[in-house]
């Protein structure tokens, strides 16, 4: 705290000016929705949403809105999706189901709207939210790029499921843990022995 107290210090001048993005915080779920579904009905290009989130209902409905409207939208959902999307892309994360990790009580919501607008909103007990809101591209890049990257891995758990949990063990736990990804694939290459001399 003291090295972070003296480098504030430090950043700003005498005269008060400094380099500066203040970020209003949020730490109410009701709040973060309000945002939310304001961002995504005032949407008028693109939306990029990730939702993991039981009682999302008013976010949903948001963006089945923007969907009407003719907005573009890719979107990554956990669970059931409640929603169809003509004009974009909606995609199930896939790559963990059946597996429990310590942080799957997690809940979250990264939304991008027309590419500065960002909402980032975490509660890592599943209760407790905290969450950040902006105008704000570089923010904006940060989301998007998180958002986007999770639909690629979760495209290629789909299209080749079979193949990465024979690799990286179920939930593809080796990509986390490098001793599951090593004994996965040595379970994986017994079995494709035993399938040889079968």
């Excluded at 024979?166 to 994986?188: F, M």
Aim: glycine share 10%; with cysteine.
């Amino acid at each position: 705290m003291a090295d972070a107290e003296l480098e504030l210090t430090r950043s700003v001048t005498p005269e008060g000016t400094g380099n500066f993005r203040v970020l209003p915080v949020l730490t109410r779920w009701d709040e973060i929705e309000k945002h939310g579904v304001e961002m995504i009905d005032g949407a008028r290009r693109h939306i990029y949403l990730s939702l993991n989130c039981d009682n999302a209902s008013a976010v949903v409905s948001a963006v089945g809105r923007a969907d009407e409207r003719g907005v573009q939208s890719d979107i990554l959902h956990f669970g059931p999706a409640g929603v169809e999307v003509r004009n974009g892309r909606l995609l199930r994360h896939l790559s963990t189901d059946g597996v429990i990790y310590r942080h799957h009580q997690a809940r979250h919501l990264a939304l991008v709207v027309d590419g500065t607008q960002v909402l980032w909103a975490l509660a890592a007990d599943g209760t407790a939210w905290d969450a950040l809101r902006a105008d704000d591209h570089l923010l904006a890049a940060a989301v998007k790029g998180y958002v986007r990257h999770d639909m690629y891995v979760q495209q290629i758990a789909k299209d080749f499921g079979s193949i990465l949990a024979e690799r990286y063990g179920p939930g593809l736990e080796g990509l986390v843990t490098p001793d599951a990804a090593a004994s996965a694939a040595r379970s994986g290459s017994k079995s494709r022995r035993r399938k040889l001399t079968a």
